[in-house]
């Protein structure tokens, strides 16, 4: 009996052996199959997600090497945003019957600077402003008037709050004698106030000169946001500019998916200005001369050009900055947009860039004749076409610090510190002369590392704006700050949440 229970016990405890191997191995199997389900399910989201990534950035697409990611990605802008709202203590205007007409000067980014000022004096001295009239006198004859290059609607509109913008004087007043001002450069707040004193003799005041008419610094927060926010949302180009300007962006990121645009410098008015000859036959430098001794608004005439190019005041020549972006390390197939008016010398005077850099796109080959035909000959339109794409561009680089390339620097900002890398051309110079020596070799790693190391804090990472230079005094000293314009930081660009703007 007894041993016929101990055979009970033993067939029982294989039998339930049996039976939980079974149900083991049937909960793998049923285990295995939903983990495969799962995992293909999580493959295939991820693969849809990537999709629709790389449909909505065209950069994506790219073939590229995480070696020369570095070339493209902006630096980090630690959460800054742009921040142009009014403080609980601004003014508002109150409707006046005194007027500022202006007549702005330079060329389109010097109008557009200058006009952001005036609309500031405007709310200052509690004055109803009269559209600008755009310079018709300088190097470019452009005959453009405001509502050809910017929306005037819009403009109007947006300042709504801040300063009332008419057409043109009331009937009225047209005939009444007006006071003529060339108010003082860099001035205070204090200063536009004192001007206030105008408007017991008269009811209009012309300001002949527009440009740098406020401080860069010293100014009152809700002052400096005003000139923000008509820069970079009251001054909006036409719709024919603006769609025009868009559909060049499309067309060149359709190419390459991202570029750089390059604001060459290198037109004969400015190699004239600045009285840089460097790499120009001896026929050039004497053209160039008579130029600018002809010029009678140019102060100053005997230039050492040798000097200039040493201490970094010329702009780099077309060889030169090809020179530059291989020792930065783009490679030769980079798509490089052309932003600037006719080269001094033509496309001769390409070659050398072309050579290392067969890339080159002007806004002729991305846009058709009829497409062109309303910009042709009105080199203001043609300026704001390459002033929206190099604000679009993945990486903007300037060959000369003029006021477009302070402007679009300004605005990249602005918008989140976009990678624009300045060119240091003081120590260029030096590394250039030691090439054509044969001290360095072009292309040489020795060359890219100087090149690289010269640059790591020169691409447009966020910082405070430079103040005026050490040891100089006086009225000398606005001339050595960093325009406001330049780098609108801090009072335009901010990090504290609670400012945060859509």
Known sequence: MVKHRSSTR???????????????????????????????SSINIQTQDHQKLQRRDPRKNLQKSSDDSQLWTPPFSYGLH????????????????????????????????????????????????????????????????????FDEEHFIE?????????KKLPKDVESLPRARKHFTSWASVGYYEEMTHLWKEYKVIHVAKSDSRLANNDIPLDVQRLRCRVLYRGLRF????????????????????????????????????????????????????????????????????TEQREEGLCPLTPKEVGIFLKGLGYPE?????????????????????????????????????????????????????????????DVFVPS??????????????????RKTITPDRKGLVKLFNKVERGQIKEGGAKFSNLVMQ?????????RRRKGPAQGIKGRARFRTEEAFYENPYPECICSSKEHKEP
Not at 17 to 38: D, P
Not at 130 to 145: C, H, N, T
């Open 333 to 393: 197939s980079t798509i490089i947009y052309i932003a600037a008016g006719e080269i001094y010398g033509g496309d001769d005077r390409l070659l050398e860039l072309k050579s290392r850099f067969p890339n080159l796109v002007f806004k002729e080959m991305l846009a058709g004749e009829e497409e062109l035909n309303g910009f042709t000959g009105h080199a203001t339109k043609t300026a704001a076409l390459d002033y929206i794409i190099s604000v679009e561009s």
């Open 10 to 40: 033993s067939s029982s405890a294989r039998f339930f052996s049996l039976k939980a191997i079974s149900i083991f191995l049937i909960f793998i199997f049923a285990f295995t199959i939903w983990v495969f389900f799962v995992f293909s």
């Open 238 to 305: 036409s719709p024919a500019i603006e769609s025009l300007g868009q559909k060049l962006v499309d067309r060149l990121k359709a190419r390459a998916g991202r570029f750089i645009a390059l604001h060459l410098r290198y037109e004969k008015d400015m190699l004239a200005f600045t009285g840089c000859t460097y790499g120009l036959t001896d026929a050039e430098s004497q053209e160039l001369r008579v130029m600018r001794e002809s010029t009678s608004h140019w102060k100053i005439k005997s230039i050492n050009s």
């Open 158 to 166: 947006s300042l709504s709050r801040d300063v009332k913008v008419v």
């Open 82 to 149: 742009p921040c142009v709202k009014r403080t609980p203590r601004y003014k508002e205007f109150v409707e006046s019957d005194r007027y500022i007409t202006v007549r702005s000067n330079g060329g389109l980014n010097q109008m557009r600077t200058g006009i952001a000022d005036m609309v500031a004096v405007a709310q200052i001295m509690n004055a109803t402003l009269v559209i600008p009239e755009l310079d018709k006198r300088s190097f470019w004859r452009d005959s453009s008037v405001f509502s050809d290059i």
């Open 400 to 417: 000369h610090s003029g006021n477009m390339a302070r402007a679009v620097e300004g605005h990249r900002r602005f918008l989140g510190h």
């Open 454 to 462: 010269m640059h790591q804090a020169r691409q447009g990472a966020p």
